[in-house]
């Protein structure tokens, strides 16, 4: 498969940003079957960029909004519109989108989805690309729920995909899918024939505080008791309630713990452990709980782990050099990366905002492209710890790609 990325800087004049997106392709040779990847800022126009460009290009286009991409030169860019295009002729792509999803309706919502898009293969897909939105209210389905229906309609094959950001003010995130754009829904393409999808995740701690409890009350993402405690007793035991502990109601502490985020190992029958990171958001001081960024099951185990600043920059060069490997092991087959980083890895960084593109500036061939969001959650294969096989998982506080 050939890929090839375009970036504009230019949001308000869509005929300007359309010529600057047809200038960064030109020389570029489109297969018989393509699609593109639109990542843009949310005060873009995007119905309206979308009929300028299917005006030129007859292919599907899926996206979202992003707080800031990354692209194959190892370029940070906090603004703008950045466009990957696919094309294969032994490759063919089928796109869709969901209606609002709700905790009542999801699974439903998905499988009709999942059935028109891969109605439009003659082949089985071999890597779905999945985008969606946060949960905003109690109505709202997790993203883990949301992963788990989508891996068992696909029959497990790998996921990638992210959840839409926007300028932390959770309001002004999007979807796309052809001159559909809405806020609450869930965006596939799935891709069948000559591809062999190869995922890299990877999390930023170099240390574990004394601090392990398995849960043991939990609904969905809000976690009551760990152990014989609450959640916040837990962790002012071990002295790890930051900014006092006299507070009542429901706080904000997302950017109390960014630097130390939380690491859940989950347990599978075969015997296999998965270990995923979230993100602690609020702490409810009237019944001893703490919300995350993902569901945190009853049973499973939870840690707090250690960030510094540089680990952030530093998972990213790992990253890259089992990329190095994959690519020149098995030159020519690996030519597109797809790319999902958290938005607390953003917070993380501090001033250094362009650490993790700078990790691997410079690093990729000329015929390898990238292209990757800052988003809320991210969506990627992960190898359980004893049979090594994949599982499809949501996570937070992770760098993560997908090479084809």
Do not use: W
């Not at 299917?54 to 466009?83: E, H, Q, R």
């Amino acid at each position: 498969m050939d890929s090839i990325v375009a970036y504009t800087e230019e949001i308000d004049d869509l005929d300007l940003a359309c010529q600057e997106i047809y200038d960064s392709i030109s020389g570029f040779t489109f297969h018989k079957n393509s699609m593109a990847l639109v990542f843009c800022e949310e005060e873009t126009d995007y119905p309206e960029l979308y009929r300028r460009l299917s005006a030129k290009f007859d292919f599907p286009f899926i996206g979202c909004t992003a707080m800031a991409t990354l692209i194959s030169t190892g370029k940070f860019k906090g603004v703008g519109i950045s466009v990957m295009f696919l094309s294969a002729d032994d490759c063919e792509f089928s796109v869709g989108i969901s209606g609002s999803l709700k905790n009542d309706n999801y699974e439903q919502e998905l499988e009709s989805l999942y059935s028109d898009v891969v109605s439009g293969l003659s082949g089985k897909p071999k890597l779905m690309l999945t985008y969606g939105s946060i949960v905003n209210d109690d109505d709202d389905v997790d993203a883990d729920y949301v992963l788990e229906k989508l891996d068992s309609l696909s029959d497990h094959i790998p996921i990638c995909g992210a959840l839409a950001s926007d300028g932390f003010n959770f309001a002004s995130y999007r979807l796309f899918c052809n001159d559909v754009c809405v806020k609450s829904a869930q965006v596939i393409a799935l891709i069948a024939g000559n591809i062999e999808p190869k995922a890299i995740c990877v999390t930023s701690f170099n240390g574990r505080a004394d601090f392990s409890y398995k849960v043991t009350e939990s609904k969905r993402n809000q976690v009551f008791r760990i152990g014989d405690e609450t959640f916040i007793d837990a962790l002012r035991k071990g002295d790890l309630l930051k900014e006092g502990d006299d507070r009542t109601g429901v706080q904000q502490v997302m950017g109390d713990y960014i630097l130390s985020p939380f690491l859940l190992t989950l347990n599978f029958e075969n015997g296999d452990t998965v270990e995923v990171i979230r993100n602690l958001s609020f702490l409810n001081f009237d019944n001893g709980s703490g919300s995350f960024l993902g569901t945190v099951p009853e049973g499973s185990v939870i840690n707090i782990t250690i960030v510094g600043r540089d680990d952030v920059q530093n998972t990213v060069k790992k990253c890259f050099d089992s990329v190095k490997k994959i690519i020149t092991t098995e030159p020519g087959k690996y030519n597109t990366i797809l790319c999902s980083t958290c938005c607390a890895r953003f917070l993380a960084l501090g001033s250094n905002i362009e650490g993790e593109a700078k990790a691997f500036e410079g690093l990729l061939p000329s015929e390898v492209s990238l292209i990757g969001i800052y988003s809320y959650g991210e969506f990627c294969p992960v190898a359980g710890s004893k049979t090594r096989k994949n599982y499809n998982m949501f996570h937070n506080f992770t760098f993560s790609l997908m090479l084809f």
